[in-house]
């Protein structure tokens, strides 16, 4: 009885492994097909900005609304300061006390785009200016250009539940500093309310 015991657990262990072997890791390609659904989204975040100086990280708070076809995104930081940025196709406009205030230097215009990339993680784009190498449900994003001053890293951590939602970005500078979004309540495909981006 004993000997037909561990015959039948050997045989199911080995079932249970060949079939984990066939099991499909998810690629990038697998991601970006799941991120071409997201046509809307709104989420809460939360920004830390760890910085060697301080000896407490600086934190704010606020909300995100991304209207993919339209290319609009309104970045609104609700504490400490009520402040952001409004992007519309190339156009970015910071956002203070209710105020559009366009910015309309290049620097503005290259921001904005790269904001959409970013967004809608746009991998084709990205690949040409980082290194991307996919850990599970954690990709990371090393620059091409070894002399790069502003980033050292990139890491964007994908839900385990629903592979479409960022769940946090931390954004290492070569300096040891680092910057950390964590993300909530967030909604796929919602009805945007109407002058979100006005």
């Not at 975040?45 to 993919?68: I, R, Y």
């Not at 991307?132 to 001053?149: A, H, S, V, Y």
Request: aromatic share 10%; charged share 25%.
């Amino acid at each position: 009885m004993k000997k037909l015991f561990w015959t039948f657990l050997s045989i199911v262990l080995i079932c249970l492994s060949v079939s984990a072997q066939h099991v499909k890791k998810p690629s990038l390609q697998d991601y970006a097909a799941r991120l071409k659904e997201v046509k809307t989204l709104t989420s809460n975040f939360v920004e830390e900005k760890h910085l060697a100086l301080l000896s407490q990280p600086m934190q704010s708070t606020g909300t995100l609304n991304f209207d993919k076809d339209a290319q609009k995104l309104r970045w609104q930081y609700k504490t400490p300061f009520e402040n952001g940025f409004l992007i519309e196709k190339n156009r970015i406009s910071r956002l203070k006390n209710s105020q559009k205030q366009p910015i309309q230097n290049a620097m503005g215009r290259l921001m904005a785009g790269q904001m959409l990339q970013w967004l809608t993680l746009d991998f084709d784009t990205l690949s040409k200016t980082y290194l991307i190498t996919l850990n599970g449900q954690e990709i990371i994003f090393t620059p091409r250009d070894k002399n790069n001053q502003a980033v050292k890293l990139i890491t964007v951590w994908l839900d385990e539940k629903d592979s479409r939602i960022v769940h946090r970005v931390k954004m290492d500078n070569p300096n040891g500093d680092f910057v950390l979004w964590r993300f909530s309540d967030t909604k796929l495909n919602p009805q945007l309310q109407d002058g979100v981006f006005l």
